[in-house]
């Protein structure tokens, strides 16, 4: 399979192109030549206008449900999605059923998607079954290619445990994934406790379940001195918890989903039920922080914290609806109008996954593997349920403006276009 990119602009700062418009050739999934004209003959070209290439994009929290939900996801639905929105590595979550607690679950995972166009990654389990109760086979799991170990949606709520936890992957050189989440402090609540759910009559989720866990997560990481990595913050106070901890040295890497950076309570007024996520969206001013500490540095990465329900989980009281989003195809766009730069964005979905997950660090050269994103940052669109390639479509952006459009992705020597899908049905 061979496969031209004809005058795209290379978005990569370790390539010796970067900044510069160039055709790409694409021979058996690697790059074979960069000039500014190739007219070999090839199987597939890729001529569109202002197009931008970058090493592919990685998300580190989705649930793809399968095994066990089907019904809202599964690998190939899952796998189009993160295509579509320009992921060519997704690590996705153990809350299946059952979860992914063992080796044959991980097994499962990376068997069962090596022909689909994106790399799904399995996180391990920390405990068995994702009970809290009794550390899962973590050992194995990693000798059969978990990325990581996280309970998802479910974090580790006994530090004894998370401790033993913490120790163990430190050994094996791996990454221990916590959603900050005390689910003992008012687990009725719907909202993020204040103003608006007092408007709306909602129960409220005090931030102080998400703030003591970081605190309390942030102790355990410089205690045992392993990798920590905090996904979804929502709060002024995390921010700067985890600044202080980066500062003193502990090892500690987080991340800000696509739909706390763009909406804040103050949208639930409408009681649209896609806005209903754990960790619940915050007031307008930590998505201030939240937007600057992206820019600053402190914020290591984007997670789209992707989670699919079907139509009668999400179309009912907003009390009964189930927590989650979708995001995959989103996540590009909704960052660009939130006038975050683009070599920010490409460092936050790209650079930085790669480098604290132990990624190969692919270069835009000749003779390397083409793992490749194409996306036009500059086109502006109202987000459409067309746009979305998951099973489910519980998004919270259908009828918003986005800015920046993700072509395909090149990925296993092949090519994923949007198009291609379209016309493939």
């Avoid at 899952?78 to 590595?89: D, K, L, Q, S, Y």
């Avoid at 992914?100 to 499962?108: A, G, N, P, R, V």
């Avoid at 700067?240 to 500062?247: E, F, S, Y």
């Avoid at 502006?380 to 918003?400: L, P, Q, R």
């Amino acid at each position: 399979m061979s496969i031209l990119l004809r005058k795209v602009k290379i978005q990569d700062p370790s390539s010796p192109f970067h900044g510069e418009q160039k055709d790409i050739l694409i021979q058996n999934g690697v790059i074979a030549e960069i000039s500014d004209l190739i007219n070999s003959p090839v199987d597939q070209v890729v001529d569109h206008k202002d197009i931008h290439v970058s090493i592919g994009w990685v998300d580190t929290f989705s649930d793809f449900a399968d095994p066990g939900y089907e019904h809202k996801e599964n690998l190939e639905s899952g796998a189009n999605a993160a295509a579509t929105g320009g992921f060519t590595r997704v690590f996705v979550v153990p809350n299946t059923s059952p979860a992914l607690h063992s080796k044959s679950q991980i097994e499962y995972i990376i068997e069962k998607s090596r022909k689909l166009p994106v790399t799904i990654q399995p996180i391990g389990a920390i405990t068995k079954n994702i009970e809290g109760k009794d550390l899962a086979e973590m050992y194995d799991m990693f000798e059969y290619q978990a990325i990581a170990f996280s309970d998802g949606f479910q974090s580790v709520q006994s530090a004894g445990l998370l401790i033993k936890a913490l120790q163990y992957v430190k050994a094996i050189d791996s990454v221990i994934i916590q959603l900050p989440d005390d689910r003992s402090i008012n687990p009725n609540g719907l909202i993020n406790e204040g103003i608006i759910s007092t408007q709306l009559g909602l129960p409220g989720k005090p931030v102080l379940a998400e703030e003591l866990m970081v605190a309390r997560d942030i102790k355990l990481a410089e205690y045992t001195d392993s990798k920590l990595h905090i996904t979804g913050i929502t709060s002024a106070r995390s921010v700067a918890l985890i600044k202080k901890a980066k500062a003193d040295g502990i090892k500690i890497t987080c991340a800000v989903t696509p739909h706390h950076l763009f909406f804040c309570d103050e949208d639930l007024k409408g009681y649209d039920t896609n806005l209903k996520v754990n960790l619940p969206l915050r007031t307008k001013e930590d998505r201030h922080v939240l937007q600057n500490a992206v820019l600053d540095g402190t914020i290591d990465m984007i997670a789209c914290h992707h989670q699919p329900q079907d139509w009668d989980s999400k179309t009912c009281e907003f009390e009964y609806a189930k927590y989650g989003m979708i995001g995959l195809e989103s996540c590009f766009g909704v960052l660009g109008s939130l006038n975050i730069p683009e070599k920010k964005i490409i460092e936050l979905i790209c650079e930085s996954p790669r480098k604290h997950f132990r990624l190969p660090q692919e270069i835009i050269k000749v003779g390397s593997t083409a793992e490749l994103t194409l996306y036009n940052p500059n086109l502006e669109y109202i987000f459409d349920k067309t746009d979305i390639a998951s099973a489910s479509k519980n998004s919270a952006f259908v009828g918003k403006k986005l800015k920046g459009s993700v072509l395909g992705i090149v990925n296993k020597g092949s090519l994923f276009t949007k198009e291609s899908k379209k016309n493939n049905g």
